[in-house]
């Protein structure tokens, strides 16, 4: 942990590639980002960054909170099944 700005943990991947933050222990991290949000896992993983060590939360994907999602469903109301198309 950063002692001055109290950091313990760093996002990978997604679009807070990078970014640190104050995680408090917690298993997941949503982010809302332009109306959806952005999911972050923790792992046992830790990476250094100016001779600190933070905790890696690994960047597990996006969800619309409405639960529309793009290709879920088709243009006339119906269900999309690519096994059985």
Known sequence: ?????????????GPRDGSLLTSDDEALV???I???IHRYVVTTKQRERDGVAYTVY???GVIDPTGAMPGVETPDGGRHNPVNK
């Not at 942990?1 to 991947?13: K, L, N, P, R």
């Open 58 to 60: 690994n960047y597990d």
């Open 1 to 13: 942990m950063d002692s001055q700005t109290g950091y313990d943990a760093i996002f990978v991947g």
């Open 34 to 36: 332009d109306g959806l």
């Open 30 to 32: 949503e982010v809302e």
